[in-house]
């Protein structure tokens, strides 16, 4: 499963959103997250992809926007 | 000019359900609602629990950092409301809620959280911050005017209904969601109690009647949760539109022991129940009924006796009496409000709900108890529901029959 796909999921199992419905490239507001449900949906991507997100990094708006970060914050351990 | 206050919508998320009619025919019928605590590695205890269905209120979505404090108070808000026959409150209308911890949820899965992996939820502030349940009553309903939160232990809800009564009384609103919520049903909160030595033992022969207040072998609280709200409005605005009207909120008393943080004073709640009378321009042999605060701890209630004894004078024999505390436990910050409900549905139905598990009422505490379920009233015109915190703060409230 790539991560954007796994993101999906992960979505899907915290707020119940059909897999379906979410787009890679959409804002992530249009389904229904605000600040404070995005910030726990970065707490529990952390998690699962055991990373931290840098305190500095950019706004995470869209789904491709959060799977690139994942994937960056993932090659030390994957290497 | 004061303007007079009704009460029309009666919200309950309790441990004896969310439906006000079949609350009070549970507690009318002396059912208690106490179970043994099942879970967690805590020494045996007993609790009053409200069965809750979060997905009946919120999405999946809508519940990040809504912590089960908030849940249950945005249920009963929306019950009061829809009780009341109104679809959609004016604007202006005010939120008045009372709470005595706040998020404990939040704040027990913060620490274990912490201690298990070092980091903490993001929105553990928003969920646990005390003023969160009016803020998301305020949200749902889209209500402008005042938001307010209560925080005074035992007495938070009481004083909260005061506070919205008075806002209704002088004129500053219309109408107002009051009441209180509180849910701490935390293995740890219930650790920290029971380090304070006054929750009841549970009853080895029925965990049920393990609270018995004024009972000469009372032996300490039963923790509950729960969140009741009243829908309080304008009586004249109210009657105007054909509400039902459960009854009229007459007054309310509000004093402080400044004695100590714990220990109940009578002097104190003789001040409260005074100005309570007072403010209501009732007499004590006016009052048919009193919900009282009794807790079941060995010192809380003959304190309160002593209280009702002296403003009562030769009037107490008339004054009935009962702890529904025996059945629903102690809700904390939201006792008051719960309690305020159960008053104004004795007025309404005229019926006097039990003080349970006395078998031996203590002498110390010689009121005249409520002492068989089912007890009809059919002359009770005034009824008043005390509600005395630690930090010395006592509340009394004064309902009288819609008329």
């Excluded at chain 2, 009809?376 to 006592?394: K, M, R, V």
Aim: with cysteine.
């Amino acid at each position: 499963m790539n991560t954007i796909e796994e993101l999906k999921q992960l979505i899907h199992d915290k707020f119940e959103i059909d897999v379906a419905t979410l787009k890679a490239d959409a804002p992530l507001a249009d389904y229904g997250l605000d600040s404070l449900s995005l910030a726990e949906l970065l707490f529990t991507v952390e998690d699962h992809f055991s990373i931290d997100f840098p305190d500095n990094r950019q706004d995470v708006n869209t789904l491709s926007g959060l799977a690139a970060l994942v994937d960056e914050l993932r090659v030390p351990s994957a290497a | 000019m004061k303007r007079r206050v009704a009460i029309t919508g009666i919200g309950l998320v309790s441990p004896h359900g969310d439906a006000p009619d079949a609350v009070f025919a549970a507690l009318l019928g002396g059912r208690s609602a106490i179970t043994r605590w099942g879970e967690g590695e805590v020494a045996p205890a007993v609790v009053a629990r409200a069965a809750f269905d979060a997905a009946r209120w919120f999405s999946r979505l809508q519940l990040a950092g809504v912590d089960r404090v908030s849940q249950l108070a945005v249920a009963a808000a929306e019950l009061a409301r829809a009780d009341a026959g109104i679809s959609t409150l004016d604007q202006a209308s005010g939120v008045y809620m009372g709470t005595g911890m706040g998020g404990a949820a939040a704040m027990e899965e913060a620490y274990r959280s912490q201690y298990a992996s070092g980091r903490v939820p993001p929105l553990t502030i928003p969920a646990f911050m005390p003023n969160a349940a009016a803020a998301h009553i305020a949200m749902r309903a889209k209500l402008h005017g005042p938001v307010l939160t209560y925080s005074i232990a035992c007495a938070s809800s009481a004083v909260a209904l005061a506070e919205a009564a008075k806002a209704i009384a002088c004129g500053e609103i219309d109408c107002a969601l009051a009441g209180g919520s509180e849910a701490l049903l935390q293995p740890n909160v219930l650790r920290a109690w029971q380090a304070m030595q006054t929750l009841a033992a549970p009853a080895s022969d029925d965990a049920a009647r393990s609270c018995r207040p004024f009972s000469a072998d009372r032996t300490g609280l039963v923790l509950g949760e729960g969140a009741a709200v009243l829908l309080l409005e304008n009586y004249d605005a109210a009657a105007a539109r054909g509400a039902r009207i459960y009854a009229e909120f007459a007054g309310s008393g509000v004093s402080c022991d400044a004695t100590h943080l714990t220990k109940p004073d009578a002097a104190g709640q003789v001040r409260a129940l005074r100005a309570a009378l007072r403010a209501s321009g009732l007499s004590p042999a006016d009052i048919g009924y009193c919900n009282a605060h009794g807790t079941a701890t060995r010192i809380g209630d003959p304190v309160e006796y002593d209280a009702l004894a002296q403003v009562w004078g030769e009037a107490l024999p008339g004054l009935a009496v009962s702890s529904t505390k025996a059945l629903h436990g102690h809700l904390l910050g939201a006792a008051g409000a719960l309690e305020a409900a159960i008053t104004v549905l004795a007025l309404h139905r005229r019926a006097l709900p039990p003080n349970m598990h006395c078998d031996r009422p203590d002498p110390a505490c010689n009121v005249a108890l409520v002492r068989e379920p089912g007890c009809a009233a059919p002359q009770l015109q005034a009824a008043i529901s005390n509600s005395f915190a630690f930090g010395g703060t006592n509340a009394v409230l004064v309902f009288r029959r819609a008329s």
